[in-house]
Structure formats: structure tokens, C-alpha cells
């Protein structure tokens, strides 16, 4: 599986950003997908994730400010971020997670830097 992550750049504090991704490869129908980020000298932590049948799960810092969203047909997940504050200042990985053998895969990452 190969990921494709689209999105990120500077953006002042308040302001918002959408984060994308694509799939491609061998895909299982049953999978997760979401967004991960890790800022300088911090561990990777889950932003958000989405399943195949739309079950969400949210970080509890990005709650109400973030939406992760996602179209199967095309193997895509989104992530519209509002209300942006400094601290979200990361790279953000897209992952997916195989159902069939809940192995990972991982984009490239894209930076993202919220200024005050």
C-alpha cells in the first residue's frame, strides 16, 4: 500500500487547513485510516482515525476543532483542521491499517506550522 499525503504549510493561529490522502495499492475493505502527528523532540501521537464504515475516533486535544472524513471509492481521507493553535505544529502522517492483518502503512508526512 502506498499513501499520498497532500496539504500543510504555514498558517496563522485561528485559521484552518485541510490535510488529504490517497490509498493505492492492495487495499483490504476492511480497513482504518488516519492521521498521526509528531512535533520536534515529541513521540508520534494519533490525531484522528476513520474506519471503513465511518466509526471516528479523535484525539481529545483536536476535538471539535478537527473533522476526518474519508471516501472509500476513491481510497481517500481528509482531515479539516479549525481553529488551529501553535501547539498543533507537527509533521502529520497518514496512515492506514490493514483489517485483514492490522499491518501499517505511512505517507510521507507533511509538515504543518501554525504561527502565533
Known amino acids: 500500500v502506498q499513501l499520498q499525503a497532500s496539504g500543510g504549510g504555514l498558517v496563522q493561529a485561528g485559521g484552518s487547513m485541510t490535510l488529504s490522502c490517497v490509498a493505492s495499492g492492495s487495499i483490504f475493505s476492511f480497513n482504518v485510516m488516519g492521521w498521526y502527528r509528531q512535533a520536534p523532540g515529541k513521540r508520534r501521537e494519533l490525531v484522528a482515525s476513520i474506519s471503513s464504515s465511518s466509526a471516528t475516533n479523535y484525539a481529545a486535544s483536536v476535538k471539535g476543532r478537527f473533522t476526518i472524513s474519508r471516501n472509500n471509492a476513491k481510497n481517500t481521507v481528509s482531515l479539516q483542521m479549525n481553529s488551529l493553535k501553535p501547539e498543533d505544529t507537527a509533521v502529520y502522517y497518514c496512515?492506514?491499517?490493514?483489517?485483514?492483518?492490522?499491518?501499517?502503512?505511512w505517507g510521507q508526512g507533511t509538515q504543518l506550522t501554525v504561527s502565533s
Open positions: 496512515n492506514l491499517q490493514d483489517g485483514s492483518t492490522w499491518s501499517s502503512s
